[in-house]
C-alpha cells in the first residue's frame, strides 16, 4: 500500500526524475539506504523504487505506529518499526534480517531521524548509526545506495512553513531527484568504522548525483 500510494501522490506534488548507475533497479533482498532530510522524502524515494519494480520493506521511526489507521496498516504489511534508543531497537534487527532471508528488500535510514537545519538547500548525509553495519554483516546482503534531492523544497521548517510548502507544492511542482548507485558488499575484515565510512562516502556520492541533476544549493558542511 506504501509504495503503491507514494507512487500515486508524489507526481502530483513534484516532478519526480530517476536515475541509476545500473539502470535497474535493487534486486530482491537488498539492503537499501537512503538520505533523510524531510518528513516527504520516504514518500518520494518509494515512489521512485516503485517504477524500477521494488517495494521495500521499510524500518521507520516506532511514532508511526501510534498514528490511528496507519499503524494498522504499517504492521499488516510487515513494515518494522525502530524504537530509538531502546532496548527494542535490537528486534527492528532481527525482523530485517528475516525479511532478508525471505527475498524482501528492506529500507533504512543509516543516519536515524531528521537534520536540526532551516531552509531547503542540500546537504550531504549524516553521520551513519551502527545498524546498517550489523544488519549488512549479519546477512551478507548487498547494500544500494538511494541519493534523493528535492524533498526540502516540498517540506521543510517548522509546522507552518511545512503546511505552507505542501499545500502550495501541486501548484509550485518543485523538481524531485532520485539516484539509485551501484550496489556494494562489505568486505569480511571490514572493522566497522571502515564498513560505515564505505557505504556513507557511497551514499554521499549518489546525493550528489541527485543534487546535481536538480541544480539544487548545497550545504557541504552542514549537520
Avoid: C
Avoid at 501522490?9 to 548507475?21: A, E, Y
Avoid at 536540526?116 to 544488519?135: D, I, N, S, Y
Amino acid at each position: 500500500m506504501l509504495s503503491r500510494l507514494a507512487a500515486a501522490v508524489v507526481p502530483v506534488f513534484g516532478r519526480l526524475g530517476i536515475t541509476t548507475d545500473t539502470g535497474s533497479g535493487p534486486v530482491a533482498g537488498s539492503i537499501v539506504i537512503a538520505n533523510h532530510t524531510s518528513l516527504s522524502d520516504p514518500a518520494i524515494v518509494l515512489a521512485a523504487l516503485r517504477r524500477l519494480g521494488t517495494e521495500p520493506i521499510v524500518l521507520a521511526a516506532a511514532g508511526l505506529w501510534r498514528v490511528p489507521l496507519l499503524g494498522r496498516a504499517l504492521t499488516r504489511e510487515g513494515h518494522i518499526p525502530v524504537h530509538r534508543h531502546d532496548p527494542r531497537a535490537a528486534q527492528a534487527l532481527r525482523e530485517a534480517q528475516a525479511a532478508l532471508a525471505a527475498g524482501r528488500s528492506v529500507l533504512l535510514y543509516p543516519e536515524g531521524g531528521l537534520p536540526h537545519r532551516k531552509g531547503v538547500r542540500e546537504a550531504p548525509p549524516r553521520p551513519f548509526h551502527p545498524g546498517l553495519f550489523h544488519l549488512a554483516r549479519a546477512t551478507g546482503a548487498q547494500i544500494v545506495p538511494v541519493g534523493q534531492a528535492g524533498a526540502r523544497a516540498l517540506t521543510s521548517g517548522g509546522p507552518f512553513e511545512q503546511v505552507a510548502r505542501l499545500l502550495t507544492a501541486p501548484l509550485r511542482r518543485p523538481r524531485l531527484r532520485v539516484y539509485v548507485g551501484a550496489p556494494l558488499r562489505l568486505d569480511s575484515g571490514q572493522t566497522q568504522a571502515q564498513a560505515l565510512a564505505m557505504t556513507h562516502s557511497a551514499l554521499t556520492r549518489a546525493w550528489r548525483a541527485a543534487a546535481r541533476q536538480l541544480g539544487a544549493p548545497v550545504l557541504d558542511n552542514a549537520r
